[in-house]
Nanobody
Framework: QVQLVESGGGLVQAGGSLRLSCADS????????MGWFRQAPGNQRELVAT???????NYADSVKGRFTISRDNAKNTVYLQMNSLKPEDTAVYYC?????????WGQGTQVTVSS
């Protein structure tokens, strides 16, 4: 069983920064790919960034150069550093991982960027 708990969301002005955290309570964290997704009102959930067990990263084109995903295997935590935030980054951000056949999601954390 895996439980994911996100934190760090909030309200920020355009151009500002936020750092999201996702604490993972399951076993095998260091072996699993971790991801951040987001969903804005009326939109489908979309991939923001992923990081593999080996540290390889992948980003959506819309956040490249502004967001950085990282992980701390000693703390079972994955982070999303978000810089130069734009109003279009406003969404609920979800942490994600897969363990075997099961896809796990956190409860989400709201990020609101004001113009």
């Amino acid at each position: 069983q895996v439980q994911l708990v996100e934190s760090g969301g909030g309200l920020v002005q355009a151009g500002g920064s936020l750092r999201l955290s996702c604490a993972d309570s399951g076993i095998g964290f260091s072996f699993r790919t971790m991801g951040w997704f987001r969903q804005a009102p009326g939109n489908q959930r979309e991939l923001v960034a992923t990081i593999t067990s080996g540290g390889s990263t992948n980003y959506a084109d819309s956040v490249k150069g502004r967001f950085t995903i990282s992980r701390d295997n000693a703390k079972n935590t994955v982070y999303l550093q978000m810089n130069s935030l734009k109003p279009e980054d406003t969404a609920v951000y979800y942490c994600n991982t897969r363990w075997g056949p099961v896809n796990y999601w956190g409860q989400g954390t709201q990020v609101t960027v004001s113009s």
